[in-house]
């Protein structure tokens, strides 16, 4: 604030009064989907929105209600308890608390690295994924049945459809409407905005409040018409007015443990997906985040949301990216937007009482949609397959079994394939490139290679998962190249070696030793020099340490054939 300038402020309040409108009707949506009362996404807008604003290092991310944390709440407190019960509440407060804690814990720790687990192929399996339980789940509402909690789609698809006898038509009228306008609001509300003002930006803040204008439309609609006296329309009903209380989670210690793993994967997913959205709108600024700083304040967001009625936030891909087009400068614009909801939640809560269900659920399944990335899927099929079926079968996880066992699943095999990779190292033959001093492999260059010298660049670190594979195949690329006299070894490639490595590079140099074929190594790096230096390696080593291949190369063919040597110092000279 001691640098906040007074021009900053008009840019903070337009995108807040934004910012605010949009949060309410998305706020009670997610809610519904989280199986919680419409106030608790309201509540969860307002403390974890402040201390987000004072803590966190973003000057965009806006942080609150989020349809994947909605579903993670959903697909966890649904197994201990009946959706909007008192008892789901109290789950869901420990939920937050315990997703808070545990993003204290990283910090602590300074584990926020821990996060890199989640590669971009197991984030976007896991956002698709989300996306269709999340548009499944809300058939319910469109065709005006009784919520539910979506475990597996096929299987409500299948319940949905079981239940046409009930389907009510209004409702499906209504939600379908409502999709539409959302659909013509956010790709021509411009056009509709240039009839006023002809200069108005495709970007422009206005045309985001497709949300707030399909719940005012679809209130006004069941309100004039009493939809939902005559037609059973279901709607948000009765919200209590005033600001939300003080509240301690259950201490029920199994409960609690019970708690822990989903919570921790609620708490890295939520962490990630604001540490992504963050970044990208630090980018355009040339900024950057602090993830340590990050860790700190989502950590106070979620721990304020178990005390305050709310449930699990992240930072909003939608609301930071309106935060970010209505010209929000600072966090001051989240503040602002939390000023919007505390009215809201003191004087305007008795005109949500006639919003259709429907019509939230045509808000969240557009809201969803724009996240879906199958174009992602088919890039990495072509660039990196591993990727690709890290995707799906992080995508099939979260969508036939659990969000969380979808997650690990993928994570897993993502470590697998790289444990995989790197225990069957790319190991090339490299010869000297013409008269240059550069050496490549053999394989794919025109290379000059000397029968009674063998240069090998290693393409990997040495550790116990490709020991055995790289000592197997210098093994055989000795006994192929007869008569051979000296072996050198490139490191250009190696940054780290552990002690089964170190133990066959032993093995190695004493089978060189039987052999008389001296061992040596090139292009040592720094932190594996300080490791050869703290063990008896170079005590054993028969050859030499040189500082470049080329180098090592000369002095060798020195050793084997000076008068070619000789000839290669004169060609050297006339190309200079």
Known sequence: MRFYRRSDFNHDLTAGLVLGVITIPQAIAYAFLAGLPPQAGLYASLVPMLLYAIFGSSRKLVVGPVAIAALMVAATVSEHARPFSDDYLGITAILCLQAGIFLWIL?????????????????????????????????????????????????????????????????????????????????????????????????????????????????????????????????????????????????????????????????????????????????????????????????????????????????????????????????????????????????????????????????????????????????????????AYVHIVTFLGVVFISVESGILMGVLLSIGFFVRRSSRPHIAIVGRIGSSNHFRSTKRHQVETFDLIAAIRIDENLYFANANQIENRLNKIIAHKKGMRHLLIVFSSISFIDTTGLEMLMRVCQTLDTLNIKLHLSEVKGPVMDQLENSNFLDTLSGTLYFSTDQAMSELQKEIDPFRVKQHEIDLGQGS
């Open 107 to 387: 910090r602590l720790t300074k584990m926020g690295g821990v996060v890199n687990l989640l590669s971009h192929p197991v984030i976007s399996g896991f956002v698709n994924a989300a996306a269709l339980l999340i548009i499944v789940s809300q058939l319910n509402a469109i065709t005006g049945l009784s919520q539910s909690i979506s475990v597996n789609p096929f299987i409500d698809l299948y319940s949905v459809y079981l239940q046409r006898p009930d389907w009510n038509l209004v409702a499906i009228f209504l939600g379908l409407l409502s999709l539409a306008l959302l659909w013509v609001l956010n790709n021509y509300s411009h056009f509709l905005l240039r009839l006023f003002k002809p200069d108005i930006a495709a970007q422009h803040p206005l045309t985001n409040l497709g949300p707030l204008v399909v719940a005012v439309f679809a209130t006004l609609v069941v309100f004039v018409f009493s939809l939902d006296a005559r037609w059973e329309l279901t709607t948000v009903g009765f919200i209590p007015e005033g600001l939300p209380k003080f509240n301690i989670p259950p201490a029920d210690i199994s409960l609690w443990l019970a708690l822990a793993p989903s919570s921790a994967m609620i708490a890295l997913v939520s962490y990630v997906e604001s540490y992504s959205i963050g970044s990208t709108l630090a980018t355009r600024e040339n900024t950057r985040l602090n993830p340590h700083q990050e860790l700190i304040a989502l950590g106070a967001a979620n721990i304020s949301a178990a005390f305050t009625g709310g449930y699990p936030v992240a930072g909003s891909f939608s609301r930071s990216s309106v935060n970010y087009s209505a010209g929000g400068k600072t966090p001051v614009s989240s503040i602002i937007c939390a000023f919007v909801i505390v009215i809201a939640l003191l004087w305007l809560t008795p005109l949500f009482a006639y919003l259709p269900h429907a019509a939230l659920a045509a808000i969240i399944v557009v809201s969803v949609l724009g996240v879906v990335d199958i174009s992602g899927l088919r890039n990495q099929m072509k660039f990196y397959r591993h990727d």
